[in-house]
């Protein structure tokens, strides 16, 4: 059966016409798929019946559904959804002041094996469809019965090595015939696989970039990042640079404080000098603390120190507020336990 949620408009048409139907029913059918959000064919009520038919026998909806909620006294909801091969990945609704904000998963899994996430603790599965991603907002606004309008690609996996389908989903989520999120309201985050924000950067989608940056020396982001080993930070920054020149948008540098680790007033010094003369914002993160791993969140004292130290050097800096506290809200921690 085919996915029909997967086709681009482009490619709707070309199936509608190679039906010998009319091509201006693909805009109708895209329009009750991905901004109605229907789950049967039936409910495409200025569709023939014949076409309706044909689509019956070719082609099926595919929805996630939810299996478990965590709901959280600030309003944010951790979501465990499954897919259709019964594989579960998590997607997170938070309430911000500039709109409801859904973080979506990449892939079942991960590969990248950064030091302070439970989502690569399992291991990689493979990666996510578009539609599958498009298909969390789906999920989420239906059971939430609330209008999403903002959307990070920050949970589990690396988007950047699912980098086709995170394309196709953000144009799908994109496009005013289907959910219309404005690509400025949609966030991406990698780890810093470099050739693929050269790529990015020449899509010329209007996203905002964020980086997990996480450390200032190749040395010491080793040690949380393994995807150093492979592109160092130089090259990230350089990548992030072009970015910037590309689309003239502000880069976000995710910073996780670790007690002791990265949390120290020369590392916010190091930080300011590495972003110095960049379009760059510092959003640093009080990690969440993870049974499993060694590491713990800074102290309180150390995350204003950090936070003045950049400010004062000229980088804009906030920190994160943190939603969520009260359930399992860090990165795969829900998903973890359900395969336990
Ligand atoms: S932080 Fe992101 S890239 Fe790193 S292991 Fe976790 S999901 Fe993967």
Known sequence: MI???EYTLKELEEYIENLEEKKFHAKQIFKWLHKEQVESFDDMTDISKSLREKL??????????VIEVQKSKDGTHKFLLSLSDSNAIESVFMKYNHGNTICVSTQVGCKMGCKFCASTKEGYKRNLLASEIEGQIVAIEKYMKEKISNVVY???GEPLDNYDNVVKSIRQINNPMGLGIGARHISLSTSGIVP???KLADEKIQATLSISLHATTDKKRKEIMPIT???GTKELLEACRYYIMQTGRRISFEYALIHGVNDSKNDAIELAKLLRGMIAHVNLIPVNEIKEKEYTKSKEESIKQFMTTLNSMGIITTVRRELGKDIDAACGQLRQRYLK
């Open 3 to 5: 996915n029909i949620n």
């Open 56 to 65: 019956k026998k070719q082609c099926e909806i595919v929805k996630l559904q």
């Open 229 to 231: 080993n492979k592109y």
């Open 196 to 198: 693929n924000i050269y």
């Open 154 to 156: 920050m949970g589990i």
